[in-house]
């Protein structure tokens, strides 16, 4: 197949790119920079100036859309959240309507989006793909990142809404962030430590995003969670036994919020239990199911 994907060089778009050219997929970077290292075929892009290269997205057979600036790498400043936004709305706004217009479009566009969509829920809810959207401003933004793929489904181009929820690897995001302290023995849960972990691991997007591809039958939003989320505290307790050091230094809410504001209160004291639904009911079996294991194989113990 003809795979372009933007966010290549991302977390996610590492493990995609390295996966599919593995497996003998042809890989086309959509990139700001004309000349990335290592990428042979690019197009460039600027989301910003809603310029991009369209003739040379023609006759590509599926369409990744990464891209959008860390919503984890620096305190919600007024000026931080307009990009957060800016970036998945602008993006997914132009890389749908030029999608749309190609005299040979891609069968699928698999376009990123977050659990956050469902925002901060009682750790007793479960969600699925049809639960109606949480309040905030991850949930905000989600709902209008998805409804930016409009335009490609209105020209007849599938389009797959993958619901991430939190990455486990220990090259980048949350997990990466977490082992120095932990590594330490100075780890701990957050505030109650009640909030709702719904994770996945890293290795298992590759295959999830390949049966996605293939099964024509899926459509819209799908959560990319494991079938066992856990509690914040269990969280805690599981990467202590995998590392085998104490979790006996607890993060206390009040002194998250002081460091991270409102930052705190969606990404460490909140959470939602959700659930892999379409995924599972189309017949896909996870690799790494159980935390543990996820976690001794991210980790390599």
Not at 19 to 33: E, L, M, P
Not at 279 to 300: C, H, I, M, R, W
Request: proline share 6%; with cysteine.
């Amino acid at each position: 197949m003809r795979i372009a994907i933007t966010g290549s060089t991302g977390l996610i778009g590492t493990a995609l790119v390295e996966w599919f050219s593995k497996n003998g997929h042809s890989i086309t970077r959509i990139v700001r920079d004309s000349h990335p290292s290592g990428a042979n075929r690019c197009v460039v892009w600027d989301p910003n100036q809603r310029r991009i290269d369209a003739a040379a997205l023609e006759g590509h057979d599926v369409v990744i859309h990464l891209a959008g600036e860390s919503i984890a790498s620096g305190r919600w400043t007024a000026e931080r959240k307009a990009r957060i936004r800016d970036s998945r709305i602008q993006g997914t706004s132009l890389i749908s309507e030029t999608l749309a217009k190609l005299s040979h479009r891609p069968r699928v566009l698999l376009s990123a989006s977050a659990i956050g969509y469902y925002g901060n829920r009682d750790p007793n809810e479960t969600l699925d793909e049809s639960s109606k959207p949480g309040s905030g401003f991850l949930a905000e933004v989600c709902s209008q990142w998805e409804q930016a793929t409009a335009p490609a489904q209105a020209a007849g181009i599938r389009v797959v809404n993958m619901r991430f929820g939190i990455v486990l690897s220990s090259r980048g995001g949350a997990l990466a962030k977490m082992l120095p302290p932990f590594k330490l023995g100075v780890g701990g849960k957050i505030g109650s430590g009640n909030q709702i972990m719904s994770w996945i691991a890293l290795d298992e997007i590759p295959t999830a995003v390949s049966h996605l591809i293939a099964n024509e039958a899926l459509s819209g939003p799908v959560n990319f969670v494991s079938p066992n989320p856990v509690s914040n505290a269990e969280f805690t307790r599981v990467l202590g036994r995998v590392l085998s050091r104490p979790t006996i230094f607890p993060v206390p809410a009040l002194a998250a919020k002081i460091m991270f504001g409102e930052m705190a209160d969606e990404l460490l004291l909140g959470g939602a239990r959700v659930i892999p639904k379409k995924l599972q009911e189309s017949g896909y079996k996870f690799t790494y199911p159980n935390l543990e294991q996820a976690l001794k194989q991210v980790l390599d113990q």
